[in-house]
Structure formats: C-alpha cells, structure tokens
C-alpha cells in the first residue's frame, strides 16, 4: 500500500458531511459513474491486469488472488481426499495388505498435513481474499503485493511438501510429528526435512497474509461503515488472523529446532543430552488449538453472513456473535493443554485446562443459538446454500459435544488414543469447514463467475454429502468406544470392528460421490449456468450491489454507508430514487481507494495502490528455493537465492515518481508499493 495523498482533515470528518467539504486538503468528487461512462471507461482502464501470461503472473487483484486461492486449495483438498479413501481401502476389513505399513504412515500424514494446512485455512484465506474489498466497499486489500506473495509462497511450500512423495519419501510421522519418532534417530530419511522447512515455508504465507487483513479491516473499510457494522466474516477472518500473528511463530520455531536437530546436531528434543521431547508437544499444540478456530471462525463467518439471507431477515444476535466469535479465540488460546492431558502433566494443571476446555462451549453455544433463532425467527427459502449451512449447524453441534466429552480428563485419559478423536476431529475440522465452503461456493458462485449453480444437482450434492459424511464419520465414535486405536494400517478379525469400519468406508466414497456431483455442477455451470445478475439473491451486503463478476476496480464510486444492511434498508431513497449507494467518491487519479479511521470509518486518508508487478511471484520463488537448498544442503545454491530475494525486495520497494504527489498542506512524501 502506498500512501501519498495524505489529508489533514480532523478526526471528527462524518461520512454524513456534504460533499465537497473543504476540510479535505484534497477532496475527491463526489458522484456517479455508470457503467459505459467515461469516468467507469478510465477505471478499467487504470484497474485492468495485463493479458495473458504476463498478467497472470503479475496481477495483485485481490479477486483474481482469491480464486486461486480457492481453486489451489480445493486440488489440495481433492488430494488429500483420495488419500483418505485409499487408507479407507486398507482398513475396510481386517487384516488386509493394500498398503505397507510405511506407505500408509506417509498417506496418513500427508493426507493430515493435506487437509488441515494446505486446505481447511488457505480456502478460507480464498473467500476472504476475494469477499473482504467487497463487503468492506473497498477497491483492493491494504497490501496488494503482500496479498499476491502471500498466495506464492502457498503454493510453493504446498508443492515442495509434496515433492518428495512420488519417490516414497513423504513425511511419515503423523501431521503432529511427535518427537522422539520425528527426530534423527529413529527417522533418518529426508521424510521429516521436508515436512519440517515446508511447514516454516507455509508460515511465511501465512503471516503475510494475516498482516494484511489486519490493517484492511482497519484502514479499508468506506465511509461510515463503524466497526459494529462489520459482517461476521470479516470478525471471524480478523480474530483468526491476530491468532495466527501470535501462534505461528511457536510452530516455526519448533520445527525449525527440529531441523535443527535432525541436520545440524542439536540437542533440543533429544532427552539423552538434556533436550525435552515434551517441548515439541507445548509449542506444537500452543499453535495447534488456536489453529482449530483459524480454520473454523471464518467458516462460521461464512454461515453468519449468508444464512440471513435465505432467512429473509438479520442475523439474531449480531454483536452476541461478534463479541462470540472473539472469545472463542481468545478462551482457546487457554486450552492447548486439551491436547496433551495423557503425557503425566500435574493435576492442577490439567484441572485448569480441562475446566477451559469446557467453558469453551459457553461461546460456541451462543453461535449456535444464533443460527436457530434467525432460522426460527425467519422465513427460510431451502435453497442449495440454506442446506448446506444448516447442515453444518448439525455437525456443529455433534462436534462440539463431542469436544466437551474429551474436556473431561479421566474420560480423554480413555478415548486420547482411539477412533473416538478421530471422529471428533473429523466432525470438527471437516463438517464444519467443508459445509460452509460448499455452501459459500454455492452462495457466491454468481459473484464469482456471473453465472448461477444448478439447484437440483446441488440439493442432490447436499443430500450425498451429509448422508456419506455421517456414514463415513459417526460410526468411528463407536469403533473408539470399541477400542480401537488410530494411526494402525491393519487390525484383527478377532477385535469386533470390522463391520463398523465397513460401514466406515462405504460411507467415505459415499461422501466422495457427492463431491463430485458438486465439481460436474461447477463445471456444467461455467459453461451454461444461467446468467446472475448484481444480487440474485436479494442479499444484504455491499458485494452483491457491484455487477456479476465484479469489475477490476470494484467499485466505481466508495460508497456512503449508513447501515449494517445496506442493500436492505437503503434499497430505495425517499424519493423512490435508485439505492444511494450508486453515489460516492469519485477517486480517478490512478489506482486508489478511500482510508478510514479505525473505529468509525470517518474518511481521513486517499491511498494510493500500487500497480500489477512481477516482485511478488519472484520474491515467493526466490524464497522458496532457498529452502529447497537447505534441504538438500546446496549452501552456496542457498546464498545466491537469499541475494536474489533481497535484489527482488528492493525493486519492490524501490519508490516511484508516479506514486509521489504534491499536495495542498501536505508535504510531498515518498511511497513505496
């Protein structure tokens, strides 16, 4: 972001006040600009990426990033689903030879590493990427590049944590990767190296990326859009994002103390020389439990926002929500111990974290009623989205009391190692992150293409998924409370779990048949979906008042907000006029966009953004490469991209004359893209 046409107007400007009120030291029109008007002409113009490949690489349109987003991360989650359904193969009976006992330790693994960081965030980064200019009536996120090299550096570390598996050397102990097994001794191949540095590599992405929905949410929004006027997902995207500020440095560290270890012989894990294997397991789940919320706030987010709309009425409960949505994060940083209450850990201390794990529900409670109040208080049209979102209200529910048994510590002390977890965990991290994607792919589908979903393949998507998914997944609770033990490749005729685990795996290709009702969906309605307008919903938020797909430059006016329900309530003026939300600032000098005060949104700032680059993909590369040399120890390969990155940076930040502009009582500042 590059601010150069900074204004002193004082704090207490109203997005209320006329326009073309003189306490701006540059006042920007205030107006129309109808689509084919001259003025909307110069935005694409300005706004537009470049064709073909050169655009691709270098475009920083916060649209084009979140589909990709998006798209990248639903492969991954294709992947990471095959992978469940070849170990489902293995243990659909007993005693069965599919998979060796290591190549099943590498699918199990990758098939976890898969799901909860290449997929279950990154989406949600995709919609959020994508939706937050839109529903915050900005024209890009606050650092465009920062946004592009953040999707980069995703992508990167997702094929360099799969690079080694098509020659069987994939990490192998477990997406946790306990030490000692993860250590040198007992893990000498390259597998844990590449899980270790790929993990490092990730948290790059992602601190990047959370910087940048921190300060978007609190610089980014238009006028009049106070911070009670926010939409749930953009709460729920915000508290994941300074949890991740805080959280991912403790897992960088510990894996990068684990290479350590592995590579340059150090003792941090290795008790035989004082080091202290359960020092893995704090900074691990101190990043692990908050991460559980990272990847399902947002998708809650996903369902506040969107389910009132087939509601036909306001979420019940906004601010009970907002403030819900914050303290479930909040609690959850008290609760990592939840994972650790087998490893002989002292009594209070387990009485603490086990009484925090319990409290944790009084939030996600309120969350719950919520949804049902606004469905009971509403008029529900059971459309596709309304389906899957109330579906996910019931996997909510079946998750989260299954958490609340696992909070009791004598009774974790007997589930800790079984299929019973392994059911938690799948309700908590895929039933409730999956239903509300599906839904919001299905919701936002005309936003994103211009063209609307099938409705009767997607209920029949809906229907396949939830039957196969409860199928695939509930019966694993009783298969726990039967006793079997998770993470084993084969198990005996003898042990009595034979039908349940069939019923198991029937259900599991269940739900992959339904998934893929929902891709031929997708892919019929690209080609001849019917066309969507602006709001084909009749929904309230401000991404459905700009066309279907939206245009490069968003919107071509900032609007005026007055309302957390623009499009409802301000839908007509008093005159009968059109919405006054087609009225706004006219900001044509380049590419920029209205900054706002942190808590009432009074208009204090025109940011100038910077222009498409190649920096962001080169920097993502460059990085990239120097871990793909030290994991292979080509040091002097190392040192040549760490120079390279440092020579991208600066022509990344090198200043430019054409973001540089005088100002009437302003001095002329430099700005760097």
Known sequence: MAISDLTHSPADVSPSDPPGDDRLSRVPDFGRAPVGSAAETHLVHI????????GSLSTVDHKTIGLRYIVTAFIFLLIGGIEALIMRLQLAGPSLTLLTPEQYSQLFTMHGVTMIFLYALPILSGFSNYLWPLLLGSRDMAFPRLNALSYWIFLF??????????????????????????????????????????????????????????????????????????????????????????????????????WLDRQMGTYFFDVANGGKPLLWQHLFWIFGHPWVYAIVLPAMGIVSDALPTFCRRPLVGYAAMALATMATMLIGFEVW???????????????????????????????????????????????TPFLF???????????????????????????????????????????????????????????????MMDEKMGKWSFWVMFIGFNAGFFPMHISGLLGMPRRVYTYSSRMGWDTVN???????????????????????????????????????????????????????????V????????????????????????????????????????????????????????????????????????????????????????????????????????????????
């Open 502 to 560: 069939m019923i198991t795996s029937i259900g599991s290709f269940v739900f992959a048949i339904g998934v893929l009702i929902f891709l031929v969906n997708v892919a019929i309605s690209l080609k001849r979906g019917a066309r969507a307008g602006a709001n084909p919903w009749d929904a309230a938020t401000l991404e459905w008042s700009v066309p279907s797909p939206p245009p490069a430059y968003n919107f071509a006016v900032i609007p005026v």
């Open 47 to 54: 706004w537009e990426a470049a064709p073909g490949w050169r």
């Open 389 to 451: 979102f109330a579906g996910f209200v019931i996997l909510f529910v079946i998750g989260g009391l299954s958490g609340v048994m696992t909070a009791a510590v004598s009774l974790d002390w007997q589930l800790n190692d079984t299929y019973f977890i392994v059911a938690h965990l799948h309700y908590v991290l895929l039933g409730i992150n999956v239903f509300p994607v599906i839904g919001g792919i299905y919701y936002w589908f005309p936003k994103f293409t211009g063209r």
């Open 157 to 258: 570390a997702g094929i360099f944590m799969y690079a080694s598996f098509p020659i069987g050397q994939a990490p192998n102990a477990g997406w946790f990767n306990y030490v000692p097994f993860a250590g040198p001794i007992y893990n000498t191949g390259p597998n844990i190296d590449v899980f270790a540095l790929g993990m490092v590599l990730l948290g790059i992405s992602t601190t990047v990326g959370s910087v940048n929905f921190v300060v978007t949410l609190f610089r980014m929004r238009a006028p009049g859009m106070t911070i009670n006027r926010v939409p749930i997902l953009v709460w729920g995207t915000l508290t994941a994002s300074v949890a991740n500020l805080l959280v991912i440095p403790a897992v960088s560290l510990a894996f990068f103390l684990l």
């Open 562 to 673: 007055a309302s957390r329900h623009p499009l409802w309530e301000d839908r007509i003026g008093e005159s009968g006029n059109r919405s006054s939300l087609e009225e706004g600032y006219l900001l044509m000098e380049g590419r920029e966009t209205i900054g706002t005060s942190p808590i009432d949104a009074v208009p204090e700032i025109i940011l100038k953004m910077p222009d498409d680059s190649y920096t962001p993909f080169f920097v993502g590369l460059f990085v990239s490469l120097v871990f793909v040399g030290m994991l292979l120890h080509w040091w002097n390969f190392t040192g040549l991209m760490i120079i390279l990155t440092i020579v991208a940076l600066i022509v990344w930040m090198w200043p430019r004359k054409t973001l540089v502009q005088r100002l009437p009582d302003a001095p002329q500042r430099e700005a760097h893209g």
């Open 337 to 383: 111990i939840h994972h650790m209450f087998a490893t002989g850990l002292p009594t209070v201390a387990l009485s603490i974290f086990g009484a925090a794990s319990m409290v944790i529900s009084i939030p996600s409670s309120v969350a719950v009623f919520s949804w049902i109040a606004t469905i009971w208080l509403g008029r529900p049209v059971f459309k």
